[in-house]
């Protein structure tokens, strides 16, 4: 058997989220307190600024709304108009993170945890700002 680290997040009350790492050569964990308005602010700050996943937007064909999806994770979202579509994948993002201890040993959501982590450390404005940062693309 292979020694792995093991990281558990867990966002309790107080607003803090805390991470708790036991390192595969110890296997003594040591847990990590993130207050969210200093250090988890940052960590999240962090993960927002080098996250790879981008969403992509387009516009039906017949004019009839927009479909956006964040490739490689499978989370879709549709609505009316573009701002509901954004909001539609913002809750896509709360289901996947709430989903993705079921998810991770599948090969196409186990290089996921930074986007995971991203969502449990945002708000839902702050994920509206993340999804609306000049790197959204619009498919063509």
Request: charged content about 20%; proline content about 5%; aromatic content about 6%.
């Amino acid at each position: 058997m292979v020694a792995m680290t093991t990281l558990t997040v867990d966002v309790g009350g107080e607003g803090k989220a805390v991470l708790t790492a036991t390192p595969a050569a110890t296997d003594e964990a040591w847990p990590l307190a993130l207050p969210a308005q200093d250090d988890a602010g940052r960590l999240r700050h962090f993960l927002a600024s080098v996250a790879s996943w981008r969403a992509e937007a387009q516009q039906e064909r017949d004019g009839s709304g927009w479909v956006l999806h964040i490739p490689g994770t499978g989370l879709v979202a549709h609505g009316p108009t573009f701002n509901t579509a954004i909001d539609d994948l913002v809750r896509e993002l709360r289901e996947y993170a709430d989903d993705w201890a079921e998810l991770r040993s599948a090969p196409n959501h186990r290089d996921n945890l930074g986007l995971v982590l991203l969502v449990i450390l945002s708000t839902d404005a702050e994920l509206r700002d993340w999804l609306l940062s000049p790197t959204v693309t619009t498919a063509s």
